[in-house]
């Protein structure tokens, strides 16, 4: 039951998967004397239509997908969506490091919000790919006359501030069907956001990403990484491959239905031959409609190839930016395809690194639906909505976001409206 007593506001994300829709509502109250409390009330799945790799590939199928997933979290909830934190994960998405430099506006030198706003937003003035526009651009950290390494120059005195950046940008197509699709579906959008940016801060810890960690989101036709070190996101990428790959591998190697091949993933599914014993078989039905038995220990050796191909492939993500086998806090899988039965064993022998399975973290729920894998996605969404809300993590009030040093995100104004 929801507490009417204190002063609350719903915060919506909407993940906009390969193969699903995942929609989580949150509750953001205060109670007299101030203190913020954020509480899952409702979450729901269904399964997307009209959606290829992450990105729209037809707009009516993908507006029947979301408005079916928000028709059964407003019955769920018994109230009305109006707005929502909106995921995407595509793999039309390509990030770059910029540089921004300005000098100090008051004659004394102290280094006020203003300026580190103007500093970031001189970053920005670089061109982006072809197509493309900014989705996010998030600050690592600030030189001050040549004083490297400042988290938040405000208040120090120097008269020449730098900025190092990271933008993301997004393919402009996709990012404008993503906004029809979802205004047609009825809300509003209140921002949209790199999926895998707000799953790193909901399975992760302040120390981990101070340490260096990389969190691989598994999806079902993609897979997207993100490394921090120092508390800095310092690398973004997504894969076009998850877990419908193992799926497909399956149908192929055993000669059966993609649907039967995907059951046999979810109940048997295990990625490491050495925990199956091989006199263990099933019965399946193959494609010639005839019943056979078929060995787990093979299953398990379809599985495996396809998994340490992804986790491979994670690890020349690593290699590019020089931190294979040397992040501390190690890895942290989550996603739907992080739910393969063997896969922390075999991520430490691929990646050289401690592996974990990221859960949602610190975050209070009514429903255990959102302490699923598959929900890490929509919960962050959630909790990057209530921190930019309810904790100045926005553009018009930097100083906030930058001390308390989860993330800062700024974003161009008037962008992706559709008249």
């Given at each position: ?9 719903l ?8 193969t699903?829709i995942r929609v989580?509502?949150?509750e ?21 239509t ?13 507006i029947s ?29 390509k ?18 919000s ?8 001189s970053?920005?003035i670089?061109?982006?790919p072809l ?23 405000v ?6 501030l730098?900025?190092?950046t ?5 393919l ?14 009825g ?5 949209v ?6 799953v ?7 120390r981990?990403?101070?340490?260096g ?13 993100i ?7 310092m ?6 491959i998850?877990?419908e ?20 993933k979810?109940k ?6 050495k925990l199956?014993?091989?006199r ?12 056979e ?9 379809i ?6 191909e992804?986790?491979?492939k ?13 992040l ?14 063997g ?9 050289r ?25 929509a ?18 009030s ?7 040093k989860?993330?800062l ?11």
């Amino acid at each position: 039951m929801i507490n009417r007593k204190r002063k609350s506001e719903l915060i919506t994300g909407i993940d906009i998967g390969s193969t699903s829709i995942r929609v989580v509502v949150g509750e953001c109250s205060s109670d007299t004397k101030g203190n913020q409390e954020l509480q899952i009330i409702g979450a729901v799945e269904v399964p997307a239509t009209g959606i290829y790799r992450g990105a729209i590939s037809s707009i009516e199928e993908a507006i029947s997908s979301v408005s079916h997933a928000l028709e059964q979290i407003q019955k769920l909830i018994g109230l009305h969506i109006e707005h929502s934190w909106v995921g995407i994960g595509g793999v039309d998405m390509k990030s770059q490091e910029s540089r921004g430099v300005i000098s100090v506006s008051k004659t004394d030198g102290e280094i006020s919000s203003d300026d580190m706003l103007r500093v970031i937003e001189s970053a920005q003035i670089v061109a982006p790919p072809l197509n493309y526009e900014v989705m996010h651009v998030i600050p690592r950290n600030f030189v001050v006359d040549g004083q490297s390494g400042i988290k938040d120059p405000v208040g120090m005195t120097g008269m020449r501030l730098e900025v190092n950046t990271q933008i993301i940008h997004g393919l402009s197509s996709q990012l404008k069907n993503v906004n029809r699709t979802i205004y047609r579906a009825g809300i509003n959008i209140d921002d949209v956001v790199l999926t895998i940016v707000a799953v790193g801060e909901v399975v992760t810890t302040k120390r981990q990403r101070d340490l260096g960690v990389v969190v691989a989101s598994i999806g079902g036709s993609t897979t997207s990484i993100i490394v921090y070190e120092e508390g800095d996101i310092m690398h973004t990428s997504i894969l076009p491959i998850g877990s419908e790959h193992i799926t497909h591998d399956l149908s192929l190697g055993l000669r059966i239905s993609i649907d039967m091949a995907e059951k046999i993933k979810v109940k048997y599914g295990n990625c490491n031959p050495k925990l199956i014993n091989k006199r263990d078989k099933i019965t399946i039905t193959n494609s010639s409609g005839e019943s056979e038995d078929v060995s787990l220990y093979l299953v398990s050796q379809i599985i495996n190839a396809r998994v340490v191909e992804i986790l491979e492939k994670i690890d020349s993500e690593l290699h590019s930016i020089g931190r294979s086998g040397l992040l501390p806090a190690g890895a942290i899988l989550t996603g739907g395809g992080a739910n393969i039965k063997g896969l922390v064993d075999i991520g430490r022998g691929t990646l050289r690194l401690p592996v974990s399975i990221g859960y949602p973290i610190d975050v209070v729920s009514i429903t255990p639906k959102s302490n699923e894998l598959t929900f890490a996605g929509a919960v962050g969404l959630v909790k990057w909505g209530s921190n930019v809300n309810y904790k100045s993590y926005s553009r018009k009030s930097i100083v906030s976001g930058v001390t308390n040093k989860i993330w800062l995100i700024f974003r161009k104004v008037g962008k992706w409206l559709i008249p």
